[in-house]
């Protein structure tokens, strides 16, 4: 059963950065074949997809694009959401999913995270 946990997030100012961290254990198959993906879930409101990365490749929330950046590092079953520029309406619980086949959804079939948590203020 893959596990993912993630860390880093925090409180910061609005116009601060982050980095999130997520390490993947337990899967089995190679880390690499494994589609990753940040979501977010805000107060009051449903989980929402960030942003996600199969091999090189990246997509991104139109509200987040040019000022988030997603990487993994293959050799450490690690992917990282780096937060620049961040904004009150970026605080939310942040969750690290990964799927195979296919990029994470919102659904049973993705393993998911427990979350991290990050605040801005404005």
């Known amino acids: 059963q893959m596990q993912l946990v993630e860390s880093g997030g925090g409180s910061v100012a609005a116009g601060g950065s982050l980095t999130l961290s997520c390490v993947a254990s337990g899967f089995r198959y190679i880390f690499d074949g494994y589609c990753m993906a940040w979501f977010r879930q805000a107060p009051g409101k449903q989980r929402k997809w960030v942003s996600s990365?199969?091999?090189?490749?990246?997509t991104y929330l139109d509200s987040v694009r040019g000022r988030f950046t997603i990487s993994r590092d293959n050799a450490k079953n690690t992917l990282y959401l780096h937060m620049n520029s961040l904004e009150p309406e970026d605080t939310a619980m942040y969750y690290c999913a990964a799927d195979l086949g296919r990029c994470p959804v919102n659904d049973e079939r993705t393993y998911w995270g427990h979350g991290t948590q990050v605040t801005v203020s404005s």
């Open positions: 990365i199969i091999s090189s490749n990246a």
